[in-house]
T-cell receptor, first 114, second 114 residues
């Protein structure tokens, strides 16, 4: 069974541009979360979606947005890119939302903003 | 502010030796605590997950302990192998209606040398 997949694996963008990152959860998983991991730091929570609804949002500016599709895949959009947006963006999926659930992470998308 | 602090920041050990990594947290209300292993440039992989009522949990050569009263956890690695070289991240789940965020520590970078 395939794990969480993310695309693209690497991306180079220029300041001010827009980027869309994609995530496909494990088959049957209905919850997707997005994290930003800056080099040398732990991941920071950005969004969680469950059944196509936003269930949680971290402390990120409005330039960051996301959505979940009927097939439970998800997109993370970042507008007006800044140099500080350079990071590994991780997607994680889980079967359901709840207090005791396992999250499975994808390999991440490495975004470099120049 | 909810925080997860890990120590040491980095650690070098000889192959075959044991080691213990520490995690202190201030996250409240607390749901569960997880330890993840993250290889460089890859997504985190779950090692253990414990609720506040669990004191210890093992996964092969990895044993995690939790003291919910002192808000401390440790991850003990037995008979280390070269493949154990990675970052080990302590993650605490925040409980609360409609929000299932994970708060990540910065990780301990473990290097196992021959």
């Amino acid at each position: 069974d395939a794990g969480v997949t993310q695309s693209p694996t690497h991306l180079i963008k220029t300041r001010g541009q827009h980027v869309t990152l994609r995530c496909s959860p494990i088959s049957g998983h209905k919850s997707v979360s997005w994290y930003q991991q800056v080099l040398g730091q732990g991941p920071q929570f950005i969004f969680q979606y469950y059944e196509k609804e936003e269930r949680g949002r971290g402390n990120f500016p409005d330039r960051f947005s996301a959505r979940q599709f009927p097939n439970y895949s998800s997109e993370l959009n970042v507008n007006a890119l800044l140099l500080g947006d350079s990071a590994l963006y991780l997607c994680a999926s889980s079967l359901v939302e709840g207090l005791y659930y396992e999250q499975y992470f994808g390999p991440g998308t490495r975004l470099t903003v120049t | 502010k909810n925080q997860v602090e890990q120590s040491p920041q980095s650690l070098i050990i000889l192959e075959g030796k044991n080691c213990t990594l520490q995690c202190n947290y201030t996250v409240s209300p607390f749901s569960n605590l997880r330890w993840y292993k993250q290889d460089t440039g890859r997504g985190p992989v779950s090692l253990t997950i414990m609720t506040f009522s669990e004191n210890t949990k093992s996964n092969g050569r990895y044993t995690a302990t939790l003291d919910a009263d002192t808000k401390q956890s440790s991850l003990h690695i037995t008979a280390s192998q070269l493949s154990d070289s990675a970052s080990y991240i302590c993650v605490v789940s925040l409980s609360g209606a409609g929000s299932y965020q994970l708060t990540f520590g910065k990780g301990t970078k473990l290097s196992v040398i021959p």
